[in-house]
């Protein structure tokens, strides 16, 4: 993997002010910022969310599952057709989802998130304090009243998530994992299934996929400006990089829910 050996840069969401144009770049100036309404610490909390969610979604295959391959709002309309994001907290797909007109979108995330998540386009959140990832799949198929999840997003991608989300996904669905192994595809194989299962690689440099991440950059400011993409909640963290420490030790102990923890390594004393 990348980042095997120390020193190592480990991270890539950055923000910041344009200094200094290289030679042959095309599109920026000396002087540039991200959109005014944002904070540095917001639009840092945006590359590496929207480029998962965004290939997992709208990339075609193998990438993603092609929702939207040309990243505009007038070549995808989904209306009518149901979509799924277990872990919704994760907060980016469920506005990509919205963007291209999914609806309902149906989310399982902590219940104390489902109004800010209902803002950002969810139309209906279970609590997942209240309903077991084994439970999902009847719970989701009461909700929709038999119309068929075509879409779901598994922003977990543990075992029991994935097993959920393949049970309520429809016979000719697409469903994006972002973590661990794809658990499914051997069912698939196994059965003749039509399903789409994709396991997501966030990283838009790669040759396959440089078109669309040029296509997903180049929307990435009107996104913002438009109010279709609204950046995660964002908590600085104190100390420059010593800060971190503290942060990763509240991770593990699930302590981050909902919010994005940001770091200003200029602040390091
Ligand atoms: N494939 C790639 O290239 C790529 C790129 C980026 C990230 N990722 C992966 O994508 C995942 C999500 O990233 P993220 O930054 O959105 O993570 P995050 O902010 O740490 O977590 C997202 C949400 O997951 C929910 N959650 C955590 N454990 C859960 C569980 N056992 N059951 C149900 N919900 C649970 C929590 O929701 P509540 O707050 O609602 O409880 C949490 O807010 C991570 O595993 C990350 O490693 C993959």
């Excluded at 959140?125 to 009847?138: M, T």
């Excluded at 543990?158 to 469903?175: F, K, T, V």
């Excluded at 971190?244 to 200029?266: C, D, F, H, W």
């Amino acid at each position: 993997m990348f980042y095997e050996k120390y020193p190592a840069i480990v991270g890539s969401d950055v923000a910041g002010d344009v200094e200094e144009v290289g030679e042959g770049v095309v599109g920026f100036k000396k002087g540039d910022r991200i959109p005014k309404q944002l904070s540095y610490s917001q639009a840092a909390s945006i590359p590496l969310t929207l480029a998962t969610a965004a290939i997992g979604l709208y990339a075609n295959q193998p990438s993603g599952i092609g929702l939207n391959p040309l990243f505009n709002h007038t070549s995808a309309n989904y209306s009518g057709q149901a979509a799924l994001v277990i872990g919704g907290s994760t907060s980016v797909a469920i506005q990509l989802l919205r963007y291209v007109k999914f609806g309902p979108i149906i989310t399982y995330a902590s219940g104390r998130h489902s109004e800010y998540l209902k803002s950002l386009g969810a139309t209906e959140c279970i609590d997942r304090n209240q309903v077991s990832l084994s439970e999902l799949p009847e719970v989701v198929k009461k909700l929709t009243g038999g119309v068929q999840v075509k879409v779901v997003y598994d922003a977990i991608s543990n075992n029991d998530s994935q097993l959920a989300g393949y049970e309520i996904l429809a016979e000719d669905g697409g469903m994006v994992l972002v973590t661990g192994e794809n658990k499914l595809q051997e069912k698939i194989d196994a059965t003749g299934s039509k399903k789409t299962v994709v396991r997501v690689f966030a990283y838009p440099f790669m040759p396959a996929i440089q078109e669309f991440g040029k296509a997903m950059y180049k929307n990435l400011t009107k996104l913002v400006e438009d109010g279709d993409l609204v950046p995660n909640r964002v908590e600085d963290l104190p100390n420059g990089l010593a800060g971190i420490t503290a942060g990763l030790e509240r991770m593990k102990k699930n302590q981050v829910s909902g919010v994005k923890l940001v770091a200003y390594p200029q602040e390091t004393s």
